[in-house]
């Protein structure tokens, strides 16, 4: 099984930038993709983005096109999802997960994804 574990969360002004790392320990080897999520109070977990481990290739939500990027390190075994030109409805929870059947690729169901970390805080203020 992989671990998952976010980081990068904060607090900044509607524009600013934030990167968040999603790093994986454990049986990474046996990765797919891996998603971004988010959540914010009283909304369903959203999708963000996704990467394949191995290709690179990627897909996004239309709200984030042209904001965010999704980059991967094999190396460091870490996913970072770069935002930019943040706005208050950014705001959320964001969460990182592992893709558990390859051939789900394309899918933005939470329900397709697993070994989700605890999640990281994203404050836009206005």
């Known amino acids: 099984q992989v671990q998952l574990v976010e980081s990068g969360g904060g607090l900044v002004q509607a524009g600013g930038s934030l990167r968040l790392s999603c790093a994986a320990s454990?049986?990474?080897?046996?990765?797919?993709?891996v998603g971004w999520f988010r959540q914010a109070p009283g909304k369903e977990r959203e999708f963000v983005f996704a990467i394949a481990w191995n290709t690179g290739r990627t897909y996004y939500a239309d709200s984030v096109k042209g904001r965010f990027t999704i980059t991967r390190d094999s190396a460091k075994n870490t996913v970072y999802l770069q935002m930019n030109s943040l706005k208050p409805e950014d705001t959320a929870v964001y969460y990182c997960?592992?893709?558990?059947?390859?051939?789900?690729?394309?899918?933005?169901?939470?329900?397709?994804?697993?070994?989700w970390g605890q999640g990281t805080q994203v404050t836009v203020s206005s």
């Open positions: 454990g049986r990474t080897f046996s990765t797919n993709a």
């Open positions: 997960a592992v893709l558990l059947e390859a051939f789900r690729w394309g899918t933005q169901n939470p329900s397709d994804f697993g070994s």
